[in-house]
């Protein structure tokens, strides 16, 4: 074969790199979302043998100091036999023992470790044995955290904000104009009271000056919400009736699947509230909902309400309305503010040694 044949066959061969690489994009895609999910699997799997065999130590370290008359030191001299033994693994640190003890303690169920605790990270449980007594209680937050992926920065502001008894309190009449199971989880995803203690507001603030603090801090306002509303806009413009009207905060959400209409009170609830809100879940279910999204459902948030009285005026309302109250943080007197400690006088004053922390 004369070179210049052998040019022309190796030419037929030769392509260029975009069509050697067709559906090369999406095969790397598709690799690294497999890659990184086998990551988190194997993640969690080591997550979960390490909290059930901090369990097990737990649940070993009880037994022989109850059967065997172990006292409280035997946790010293076991964590440095332990790191002796173990100098690369972190974890057997006295205070960690001490917490695999409390663990075990308050877990007596290896099961429920095994199938619910261990699916959160050791130091989340670590982080409920501290803040909360009540097992029921601990409870739920772990499993809060499973559903929504919570940090330990994150459950432990939902613990100090009395999550656990406020989900699922507002007053509403979803059991009633709301098929199940859309009824409950409507219900279970609204709170009383709401906590904006992110905000400072006078005494002589307005419903826009609330509005306009929760828009600005509109992350903070979204965590206290909860999981799954997507912010649609702040004074949302409604035309009715050829008359304007403007819905002071509108949210979609993604799980129920509807228009969530909030409306602000700086003061008391009142029955005309209701009514109002009435007429808006009706304009946004006529002007905005898709045939496939779930009826608008509404939320009043005010300063303060008789039960009895917001009970009263969901009675006969025929769109799904809930009323909550909400939490300020109060501007200090001006009077008061200069006989407060400066920042530089509280750390002053608060010097000393930091409290220890368990090894991470």
């Not at 509404?298 to 039960?307: F, M």
Request: hydrophobic fraction near 40%; charge should be negative; proline fraction near 4%.
């Amino acid at each position: 074969m004369t070179k210049r044949k052998v040019k022309a066959a190796n030419a037929l061969v030769v392509t260029s790199p975009a069509e050697s690489l067709a559906g090369y994009d999406d095969f790397l895609r598709d690799l690294k979302s497999r890659i990184g999910q086998a990551q988190v699997r194997a993640a969690l799997a080591v997550n979960r043998e390490l909290v059930v065999l901090y369990w097990q130590m737990g649940r070993d370290i009880l037994v022989r100091q109850q059967q065997q008359g172990w006292g409280a030191k035997v946790i010293e001299r076991l964590a440095k036999d332990l790191q002796s033994a173990f100098p690369e693994m972190k974890g057997f640190s006295r205070r960690n023992l001490k917490y695999m003890r409390a663990f075990a303690d308050a877990y007596a169920d290896q099961q429920f470790v095994q199938q619910v605790a261990a699916q959160i990270p050791w130091f989340h449980n670590c982080t409920l044995i501290d803040k909360v007594k009540d097992s029921q209680e601990r409870e739920f937050y772990i499993r809060q955290t499973i559903e929504h992926g919570w940090s330990r920065n994150v459950l432990v502001l939902q613990i100090e904000s009395n999550l656990y008894h406020r989900q699922g309190k507002a007053t509403t009449n979803f059991e009633r104009v709301l098929p199940a199971p859309q009824s409950d989880l409507a219900q279970q995803l609204l709170k009383d009271p709401y906590n904006f203690d992110f905000l400072t507001l006078g005494a002589d603030a307005h419903e826009r000056d609330l509005e306009r603090g929760l828009t600005d801090n509109i992350r903070k306002f979204l965590l206290e919400l909860g999981t799954g509303f997507a912010f649609v806009g702040s004074q949302y413009h409604l035309e009715v009736g050829g008359n304007d009207f403007y819905i002071d905060l509108l949210f979609y959400h993604l799980r129920l699947r509807c228009y969530v209409v909030i409306d602000l009170k700086m003061g008391k609830f009142r029955p005309e509230d209701a009514g109002q809100m009435n007429f808006y879940l009706s304009a946004v279910d006529d002007l905005l909902r898709h045939p496939a999204d779930e009826p608008s459902i509404g939320l009043i948030l005010c300063k303060e309400k008789n039960r009895v009285v917001a009970e009263y005026a969901l009675r006969d309302t025929g769109k799904p309305v809930g009323i909550s109250e909400y939490q300020l943080t109060e501007m200090l007197p001006e009077e008061l503010k200069g006989s407060l400690p400066t920042i530089e006088e509280l750390e002053a004053e608060l010097s000393g040694k930091p409290m220890e922390t368990a090894e991470e």
